[in-house]
């Protein structure tokens, strides 16, 4: 139909016969991005903390190599500790800590992405693995995810809390079987024998080990008769590692199982555990004063988790598993002659 001039009407006008034409919005072109900041720490960061974790580990563990060569303990003196003039005099000793380093930081890789992991399976947000370099025995100071997104349930709390240190224990496991291979007889005993900085105390699974290797290639030496390759000391740190983390208390991997199978337990436990360790500190060593301050803190709380659906039997089961492996790792006295008391009543204190 035309209008009064006989032109055929405009086509976006409705005339009552014909429909006008349905337009669709013109949308501008999106561009995903992502911030460059979230870049750098989701990835950049990690990258960095494991390069600079890679280059203290490999310092330490120079000494430890060396000291390994000379039929010495691991640390028998404080420049044990702090290796760095030793090295640059010769950066080419540098080359002697990749045993350690490498067994290590794959003990302690193995333990975070066994969280790391455990979290993607329940759409749990969290940063990749940091390996925190320091100056201590190690060279580092462990390893940590950050967990960006609510957990949400107790099946998925102790997913989270169980599975880094079963992948850690087993990864430490194997380093200490091939440390006790590697390792040989400490000399005899002498007068002028040089006595060890640090003594280590020997978890359970130390003596199991051991044991079975001692019936299947007799004449393995004992730990405490043993010059300990530097592979079996980042084992025995693993196996360290994982007894801290299975300490049940705060957010620690053990405060998340006990939290997931019995919060008021967990809440019972939240002075109690910071107590018994003060006291373990004074009697038998000092380094339980830190973790009991740690444990103490705010930050350290438990989040809430939805605990109303029962266990099935399977996380239950690995509830049992977690009580295994702290047993298995644990030492009320890790170092010895490490005491308050003992350095009380040292002569040099």
């Known amino acids: ?35 460059f900041r979230s870049y750098l720490i989701n990835l950049g960061l990690p990258v960095v903390l494991l390069a600079f974790s890679t280059v203290t580990t490999t310092a330490i563990g120079a000494r430890f190599m060396q000291n390994f060569h000379d039929g010495l303990p691991p640390v028998v003196s404080e420049s044990d500790l702090w290796p760095w003039p030793w090295l640059l005099a010769d950066t080419s000793r540098f080359l002697l800590g990749w045993p350690f380093s490498v067994a290590l930081l794959g003990i302690l890789l193995t333990h975070e992405f066994g969280h790391y992991f455990a979290c993607r399976y ?3 947000r969290t940063t990749l693995p940091w390996v925190l370099p320091a100056p201590t025995l190690s060279g580092t100071a462990g390893a940590v995810i950050q967990i960006r997104g609510r957990i949400p349930s107790r099946h998925a709390l102790i997913d989270i809390g ?3 240190p079963l992948v850690g224990y087993i990864a430490s496991l194997l380093a200490v079987v091939l440390g006790f291979l590697l390792s040989r007889p400490a000399p005899p005993d002498s007068s002028g024998q040089i006595l060890p900085l640090i003594q280590f105390g020997q978890p359970l699974t130390f003596r199991l080990i051991h044991r079975l290797l001692a019936h299947l290639q007799p004449g393995s030496p004992a730990f405490t008769h043993a010059t300990a390759h530097p592979v079996l000391i980042a084992g025995w740190v693993g196996l360290f590692i994982t007894s801290l983390n299975l300490i049940p208390a705060g957010q620690l991997d053990g405060g998340h199982i006990l939290y997931a199978l019995a919060p008021r337990w967990h809440k019972r436990l939240t002075y109690a555990i910071p107590a018994a360790l003060l006291l373990c500190g004074i009697v038998f060593w000092i380094g339980w004063l830190l973790w009991a301050g740690l444990l103490l803190l705010p930050a350290m709380r438990h989040p809430r988790v939805t605990v109303e659906e029962p266990l099935n039997r399977g996380r239950l089961i690995l509830c049992g598993v977690a009580l295994l492996l702290f047993l298995l790792t644990f030492s009320v006295e890790p170092f010895a002659q490490s005491s308050v008391l003992h350095y009380l009543n040292h002569p040099a204190f």
Request: negative net charge.
């Open 1 to 35: 139909m035309n209008d009064k001039n006989g032109a055929p009407p405009a086509p976006d006008v409705f005339d009552g016969c014909t429909p006008a034409p349905v337009l669709s919005p013109v949308y501008p072109p999106v561009t995903l991005r992502v911030p």
């Open 122 to 124: 329940h759409g749990v």
């Open 162 to 164: 169980i599975y880094g």
